[in-house]
């Protein structure tokens, strides 16, 4: 029997444009956009589920409800027998629950990092992060997750949907997975969303073809640029000081300058673990946009 593992975000579904659709909010009109978005992403998340019991009936699936608190997804809206983790926090946050027993992981809901342009809601763990550079790379929550999954859990990740831009991204440093993409930017908080039903059609082709050869779904086959090997440098640049303030009180960051901090190991699972608890220190300053 197959299994499938889907690390959920939010901000990269289908018709989601605006952080005011990523949280629940106490005034009516928020809190109706973000159940509205959460229908999206149950929706979309359907299809690609969908898409993958035609290929295999047997398949086990379980998804990892990666946004923010990562409690926005109710198992009660997603096809019966699907497995879903919930909550925070958790080791490996967007990425919990992943481990070599699974054939293949996929990102949906995904966006771009940082400062790029057209990128719907891009950002990368925190809006406090400017950039994350690993290795000389700057890098978002694709290429982090993606290493995580392959580096750590030796799974392939063979699939990603999000955005245009993050489609860009995506299959810049990951060439050989398929891309889904549910909309086109048209600047940080607003988008050409693509029908559910154009969406159905690009989920059921691109899971076809991804699984129509098991023997293509090796580590070798979606190896990423060998530049992200041991050993790790990574480097943080924040938003402002206050940000790196907080960051800084994990020792194992080095404060390089007002704005940037660096950390270093020989592990992969080192370098992610540290991130993550960086990033979560940042919830001592204040909440987050995304």
């Known amino acids: ?147 995580w999954a392959q580096q750590v859990c030796q799974v392939p990740v063979v699939l990603g949907a999000g955005d245009a831009a993050f489609c860009a991204e995506f299959s810049a440093f990951s060439p050989a997975a398929a891309t889904v993409e549910t909309k086109v930017g048209l600047s940080t908080t607003s988008a050409r969303s693509h029908s559910l039903e154009a969406l159905a059609a690009a989920y059921h082709g691109a899971v076809t073809v991804t699984f129509s050869d098991w023997s293509a779904l090796t580590l070798e086959h979606y190896q990423l640029d060998p530049i992200f090997k041991p050993p790790y440098a990574m480097t943080l640049t924040m938003t402002n000081t206050l940000y790196a303030d907080a960051v800084a009180l994990n020792p194992l960051f080095d404060r390089v300058d007002g704005l940037s901090l660096t950390a270093g190991a020989d592990s992969f699972e080192q370098v992610y673990r540290t991130l993550q608890s960086g990033y979560m220190l940042l919830g001592s300053t204040d909440q987050p946009h995304y």
């Open 1 to 147: 029997m197959a299994r499938y593992y889907i690390s959920a975000d939010l901000e990269g579904i289908v018709g989601v444009v605006n952080p005011r659709q990523c949280y629940p909010a106490p005034g009516r009109e928020d809190g109706e956009l973000y159940q509205r978005a959460l229908l999206l992403a149950h929706q979309e998340l359907t299809l690609l589920i969908g898409a993958l019991l035609d290929c295999d009936e047997t398949a086990e699936v379980v998804i990892n409800d990666a946004h923010s608190g990562m409690l926005n997804l109710d198992i009660n809206q997603l096809p019966e027998g699907i497995r879903l983790l919930s909550g925070k926090p958790k080791v490996a946050a967007m990425m919990a629950g992943l481990d070599n027993g699974f054939d293949a992981a996929m990102l949906i809901g995904y966006h771009a990092k940082p400062g790029t342009r057209y990128g719907v809601l891009n950002h990368a763990f925190h809006h406090g992060i400017a950039n994350i550079d690993l290795n000389g790379v700057s890098v978002g929550e694709a290429a982090m997750n993606t290493l």
